[in-house]
């Protein structure tokens, strides 16, 4: 069964911390891994998009890495500020040539406290 | 641009009611996409279209719910007749292309959030 499971659920971190959050996937095949950032009561927003054969990708102080291979993601945030508390969102794609069949995690809750 | 525009922004009706919510993508975006997120089942896609003609509505829960895309400019979602379990955060959100196997950035309106009492 294509899934997409994410960790922690939850997190709380003190500002000027790192921090890494978990994606694990069954999908298959795999086009695709997304990271997106939502905050509280707005649409979610693209951090990062990586294919097969990128396993790394950077965004400002974000960076997403992608082992194919465990089928496993990781975002890691750099030096935390409060505005980066928010839920984050790891989406994967299962198909090449088109959007493909998309499954989402759950999220991760982060709160950056001062 | 004003990015992707939704309205109305909240909506509260009661069951068995006709609900409409509106989208208008960023100018030039070939893809438009529906999004469904509730607490118990996050955040899910209904429907997408190219170029104004739907290409994947296998996210769409039900016949009650029906989607147009009448031009470049805008689309709806429907809900007829509605019920309480409907109650969520609908998303619209749109993008440039698709390129294979790569996806593209996809820009989400804000939503609007829906209560069916």
């Not at chain 2, 208008?24 to 955040?43: A, E, N, V």
């Not at chain 2, 509505?57 to 689309?75: L, Q, Y």
């Not at chain 2, 969520?88 to 749109?94: E, G, I, K, N, R």
Request: aromatic share 10%; proline share 5%.
């Amino acid at each position: 069964k294509n899934q997409v499971e994410q960790s922690p659920q939850s997190l709380i971190i003190l500002e000027g911390k790192n921090c890494t959050l978990q994606c694990n996937y069954t999908v298959s095949p795999f086009s695709n891994l997304r990271w997106y950032k939502q905050d509280t009561g707005r649409g979610p927003v693209s951090l990062t998009i990586m294919t097969f054969s990128e396993n790394t990708k950077s965004n400002g102080r974000y960076t997403a890495t992608l082992d194919a291979d465990t089928k496993q993601s990781s975002l890691h945030i750099t030096a935390s500020q409060l505005s980066d508390s928010a839920s984050y969102i790891c989406v994967v794609s299962d198909r090449g040539s088109t959007l493909g069949r998309l499954y989402f995690g759950r999220g991760t809750q982060l709160t950056v406290w001062p | 641009d004003a990015g992707v525009i939704q309205s109305p922004r909240h909506e509260v009706t009661e069951m068995g009611q006709e609900v409409t919510l509106r989208c208008k993508p960023i100018s030039g975006h070939d893809y438009l996409f529906w999004y469904r997120q509730t607490m118990m089942r996050g955040l899910e896609l209904l429907i997408y279209f190219n170029n104004n003609v739907p290409i994947d509505d296998s996210g769409m829960p039900e016949d009650r719910f029906s989607a147009k895309m009448p031009n470049a400019s805008f689309s709806t979602l429907k809900i007829q007749p509605s019920e309480p379990r409907d109650s969520a955060v609908y998303f619209c959100a749109s993008s440039l292309f698709l390129t294979s196997g790569r996806g593209e950035t996809q820009y989400f309106g804000p939503g609007t959030r829906l209560l069916v009492l």
